[in-house]
């Protein structure tokens, strides 16, 4: 069983384009995450969600719009897609306690590529 | 500011030697990650160190945490061919409220 999934895999889209990555995870976890990698492998966080709720916004450009339906749901929806936002996303999950952030499982990333 | 640097950037070696790989970082912290991306894959979880622990073991993994000098290192021994992936560490820091990653070494296992 997959513990932390994404769809879609690769995403090739022009610039200007809005669309959305979805990330679930079964692992009953109460924290998600998206995380940018970009093409020198540095991973940054974006957003981080605890019981749907936003507890971290990064420096991240309003264009970025993170849902959370449900604890087991972290979608992410982009607008007016630019070149820069070409990237490998990643959705993470964990448990977090309240003074410690546990092991985080990570998805196998959507590779996004905007022309 | 960036908390984990791994060291070195990229490490070549043969199957059956041992690999060491370094994280420097900069602040009081929970506890230690180290985390595996194989290419085109996720991350994954390998080995957590927390901030009074001074040695983990797990099967070939070696990971070792000197809070003094705010140090890490993990050590594969009788490295193998599967073992090629980058290899990042990443934080528990606190006054911060998510893991911060490092850039990663790229380990290379040569037949």
């Known amino acids: 069983d997959t513990a932390v999934s994404q769809t879609p895999k690769y995403l090739v889209t022009q610039m200007g384009n809005d669309k959305s990555i979805k990330c679930e995870q079964n692992?009953?976890?109460?924290?998600m995450y998206w995380y940018k990698q970009d093409s020198k492998k540095f991973l940054k966080i974006m957003f981080s969600y605890n019981n749907k709720e936003l507890i971290i916004n990064e420096t991240v450009p309003n264009r970025f719009s993170p849902k959370s339906p449900d604890k087991a749901h972290l979608n992410l929806h982009i607008n007016s897609l630019e070149l820069g936002d070409s990237a490998v996303y990643f959705c993470?999950?964990?448990?977090?306690?309240?003074?410690?952030?546990?092991?985080?499982?990570f998805g196998p990333g959507t590779r996004l590529t905007v022309l | 500011s960036q908390q984990g640097e791994e060291d070195p950037q990229a490490l070549s070696i043969q199957e059956g030697e041992n690999a060491t790989m370094n994280c420097s970082y900069k602040?009081?912290?929970?506890?230690l990650q180290w985390y595996r991306q194989n290419s085109g894959r996720g991350l994954v979880h390998l080995i957590l160190i927390r901030s009074n622990e001074r040695e983990k073991h797990s099967g070939r993994l070696r990971v070792t945490l000197d809070t003094s000098k705010k140090s890490s290192s993990l050590l594969i021994t009788a490295s193998r061919a599967a073992d090629t992936a980058s290899y990042f560490c990443a934080t528990d820091a606190t006054g911060y409220s998510t893991l911060t990653f490092g850039k990663g070494t790229m380990l290379l296992v040569s037949p």
């Open positions: 993470a999950s964990s448990h977090v306690g309240p003074t410690f952030r546990d092991t985080q499982y």
């Open positions: 692992l009953g976890h109460d924290t």
């Open positions: 602040t009081s912290i929970n506890n």
